[in-house]
């Protein structure tokens, strides 16, 4: 059963970088289109980047501001997300997820179990 792990969440200080890492474990079946969410409790889960499987498309969310860029290594089965200018209002927790298609829908398909990122000012 395919698994998506994420790793690499952690406390900073505003104005820090972070990566965030999304490890696919045990069998896929044909391309994986993924994308990063994230979640404040009592809020919606929010969209913050996709990449296709070809990495030829990638797509932010509007609070994004360039300070975000996913991307992946298809042979290492993970996809990143490297986070800088870390602001208080990033604090989260970041869901790795893998998508359907189309992709302007971004809708998750199978979802991490989640890991927390800490923006301190």
């Known amino acids: 059963q395919m698994r998506l792990i994420e790793s690499g969440g952690g406390s900073v200080q505003a104005g820090d970088s972070l990566r965030l890492v999304c490890t696919i474990s045990g069998p896929t079946y044909g391309p994986l289109d993924m994308a990063w969410f994230r979640q404040v409790p009592g809020k919606k889960r929010e969209f913050v980047a996709l990449?296709?499987?070809?990495?030829?498309?990638?797509d932010y969310g509007p609070f994004v501001n360039g300070r975000f860029t996913i991307s992946r290594d298809n042979t290492k089965k993970m996809v990143f997300l490297q986070m800088s200018d870390l602001r208080p209002e990033d604090t989260a927790v970041y869901y790795c997820?893998?998508?359907?298609?189309?992709?302007?829908?971004?809708?998750?398909?199978?979802w991490g179990q989640g890991i927390q990122v800490t923006v301190s000012s």
């Open positions: 997820a893998t998508l359907r298609r189309p992709l302007m829908d971004r809708e998750a398909d199978e």
């Open positions: 990449i296709n499987w070809v990495a030829s498309r990638t």
